[in-house]
């Protein structure tokens, strides 16, 4: 593997943890918080662009990285393997493209009321 395609994955990886992330940022540096919530917000629309390959994924693949995958999902499947393979034998769930890109919107899902808990509760914003 590609020591630069492993930076990216990296990159990738930190900002999968990004909406949990942004809980330790100190208030001081919310311009940050902003910048990191509007490409969080964006990221699953870009998708399109790339073939529905996420940009750091497509990145990746192109340095040589997330070889030896076998569905549409590179990253997903060779990093977060460990917890679709115990969630798809307890639900009985075959693993395909179909069912692993399922579980990436799902994902989404739960990153997008991260976001709405941080922004309306954690902050306390209101209308003005």
Do not use: A
């Amino acid at each position: 593997m590609n020591p630069i395609s492993c930076i990216v994955d990296i990159i990738h990886i930190l900002f999968c943890l990004m909406p949990i992330g942004i809980f330790f940022i100190p208030k001081k540096y919310f311009w940050l918080t902003k910048i990191i919530i509007l490409l969080l917000l964006l990221t699953p629309l870009h998708w399109e662009f790339f073939d529905n390959f996420c940009s750091l994924s497509w990145i990746s693949i192109k340095l040589g990285g997330l070889s030896n995958t076998n569905h549409e999902s590179p990253f997903t499947e060779k990093y977060l393997s460990w917890i679709i393979d115990p969630l798809f034998n307890l639900l009985n769930i075959n693993k395909s493209s179909k069912s692993i890109s399922k579980f990436v919107y799902f994902q989404w899902i739960i990153n997008f009321i991260i976001i709405y808990y941080y922004i309306f509760y954690y902050l306390k914003c209101t209308i003005r």
